[in-house]
């Protein structure tokens, strides 16, 4: 009884040490996270094993882990860049990326925590002056936004593969011109919806015309050919069948045959 104090502290020492030693130990990763393993006695970050993955790990004290983000993540960023003209522009875009899971190891030895300050960004911004500056402020107001947003993608996309990051997407969210030259660039849209819509006015009264006189020459030939298809003899011969058919009919009449100046039956009248 009288060791058991003596005992007792020691014990009480390993524990407290033991405990000590497993907090240290234990690493717990995250859902969409992935964990780069640095080894204090081992050549420093490992980069030729895959990446620590979601869940429970035992490491060394003395080795330390150091955790990314690996889903999808989205970063903005406003710039103001030139055209080719050389107005100024501003331009908020986003971008949709994340780290690539095989080489995550590489992109902590060479860049860092903060890769995308260092490496994505200043990206992002070379390929927006460099994609802006072929186009002037009314394409970029008007019909080129798809465009450029593809192409500043591309560019951006080519340098980051190389540095262990994957880009998802470019989103060009707003398009800033300075107010006079918006101005001027709706004035003149507004005068070509204008023009054209005069233009399509013109065409179609154009059209409308063609029509009438397509119809009448159409009537106009019609009768020149009837009327050079009639001749005494077939009149002589319609006004026999018509004098047939009124004879056939009850109504009293008096028809004079072959009375008129051409030869034509004669109606002298009806009931």
Known sequence: MDKLPKIAVPVVFVLVLLAILISKSAVTIGSGEAGVLYKTFGGGVVTDEPAMGEG?????????????????????????????NGLEIKLDASAWFQPKMEFLGKLHQEKGADYVQRVLLPTIRS?????????????????????????????????????????????????????????????????????????????????????????????????????????DKILQDKGIDATIKLSESPNAKVIVVGSGDSGLPLILGNN
Do not use: C
């Open 56 to 84: 429970f790990h035992i490491v060394a004290p003395w080795n330390k882990v150091y955790v990314y983000e690996v889903r999808q993540q989205e970063v903005f960023e406003k710039m103001q860049v030139l055209s080719s």
């Open 127 to 231: 390929a927006a002056r460099s994609v802006v500056g072929r186009y002037t402020p009314e394409q970029l107001y008007s019909s080129k936004r798809d465009a450029i947003q593809q192409e500043i993608f591309e560019e951006t996309k080519k340098i980051v593969d190389g540095q262990y990051i994957q880009l998802n997407e470019i989103l060009v969210r707003d398009v800033t011109l300075p107010p006079t030259i918006k101005e001027a660039i709706e004035r003149k849209l507004k005068q070509e919806q204008e023009s054209l819509e005069y233009e399509f006015r013109l065409v179609t009264a154009k059209k409308e015309a063609e029509k009438v006189t397509i119809e009448a020459q159409g009537k106009a030939d019609a009768n020149r050919i009837l009327s050079a298809s009639l001749t």
